[in-house]
């Protein structure tokens, strides 16, 4: 059974950093691209980054980029995302999603973990 679990979450202070992870299971890693979407409260659930499969291309939402780095180890069957910067906005529940494909789009995805929340405090 294919499963995705998120890891890293908490609070930090804003210009903080941290480091979320996503294991994944009973799927073929290393045939999957992988992606971070998040979700504040009452919005909808948005893109962050991703990644293809080799880990060579790499895709980022314009309000991260420059401060995320979306990073996967196949060998681990793990994927992260490093976050600098941090700032309140990016409060948000974070999720990890697996595809075939490569993509930005939410609903392209078939599989998804449970999220740990991330809370950025001012």
């Known amino acids: 059974q294919e499963k995705l679990v998120e890891s890293g979450g908490g609070l930090v202070q804003a210009g903080g950093s941290l480091r979320l992870s996503c294991a994944a299971s009973g799927l073929p890693f290393s045939s999957y691209a992988m992606a971070w979407f998040r979700q504040a409260p009452g919005k909808e659930r948005e893109f962050v980054a991703a990644?293809?499969?080799?880990?060579?291309?790499?895709t980022y939402a314009d309000s991260v980029k420059g401060r995320f780095i979306i990073s996967r180890d196949n060998a681990k069957n793990t994927m992260y995302l490093q976050m600098n910067s941090l700032k309140p906005e990016d409060t948000a529940v974070y999720y990890c999603?697996?595809?075939?494909?490569?993509?930005?789009?939410?609903?392209?995805?078939?599989?998804w973990g449970q999220g740990t929340q991330v809370t950025v405090s001012s």
């Open positions: 999603a697996a595809d075939r494909r490569l993509s930005t789009t939410l609903r392209n995805y078939d599989y």
């Open positions: 990644v293809r499969w080799s880990g060579g291309t790499k």
